[in-house]
């Protein structure tokens, strides 16, 4: 179980891939064109209601499996302490 939680919580690192912001082409279409302000503040808006609704899934995503990385944890703490308990009280008697 301890090994499945290390498993988990390497992938959830290596597969958050966080948006950062803005894309660049629309950056960049907002450079190259000739746009009102209004027309870029609309379109700065729409992007971040796109971002944030992106951001939310992978949110979600990650936490999810960080409940499940933290049940491994704790089922395999448990089950190693357990087993210990059962080995001592074993030796004892």
């Known amino acids: 179980m301890l090994i499945l939680s290390i498993f988990y919580g390497v992938t959830m690192l290596t597969i958050s891939n966080y948006p950062l912001g803005i894309p660049t082409e629309q950056r960049t279409w907002a450079r190259t ?30 936490s999810n499996v960080l409940l499940i990385v933290q049940s491994l944890f704790i089922g395999g703490t448990t089950l190693i302490a357990a087993g210990t308990a059962y080995m ?6």
């Open 88 to 93: 001592v009280a074993r030796t004892i008697v």
């Open 33 to 62: 064109r000739d746009i009102s302000a209004v027309s870029w503040y609309q379109s700065l808006l729409r992007a971040y209601d796109e971002w944030n609704a992106e951001m939310r899934s992978v949110n979600e995503q990650n």
